[in-house]
Nanobody, 117 residues
Framework: QVQLVESGGGLVQPGGSLRLSCVSSRNIFSIKNMGWYRQAPGKERDLVALMSSGGTRTYADSVQGRFTISRDTVKNTIYLQMNSLTPEDTAVYYC???????????WGQGTQVTVSS
């Protein structure tokens, strides 16, 4: 498996920005898909953004145009830049590494993002 450590969460006012980071113990370029998910209280964990090893990005409709997923393959880190945050973005954000070729489906511990005035 892959160890993932997230950071960057916190409290931000509506309209503000945050950048989340996720450091991987494995070379992220070798992992088929890495992504960010979020889970609000009482709700299921949903996909926020996904990046394939080839660089293809996928976003949930609710964050399209506001959030950007990126990576630094030298640092084995993926990022989630979140702009124009709203209270509806409040959730625990989880980093995920998934690759069925190696039976990888790993999750980070999560980082809390709270958007409130």
């Amino acid at each position: 498996q892959v160890q993932l450590v997230e950071s960057g969460g916190g409290l931000v006012q509506p309209g503000g920005s945050l950048r989340l980071s996720c450091v991987s113990s494995r070379n992220i370029f070798s992992i088929k898909n890495m992504g960010w998910y979020r889970q609000a209280p009482g709700k299921e964990r949903d996909l926020v953004a996904l990046m394939s090893s080839g660089g293809t990005r996928t976003y949930a409709d609710s964050v399209q145009g506001r959030f950007t997923i990126s990576r630094d393959t030298v640092k084995n880190t993926i990022y989630l830049q979140m702009n124009s945050l709203t209270p509806e973005d409040t959730a625990v954000y989880y980093c995920n590494a998934r690759d069925s070729r190696y039976s990888i489906d790993s999750w980070g511990q999560g980082t809390q993002v709270t958007v409130s005035s």
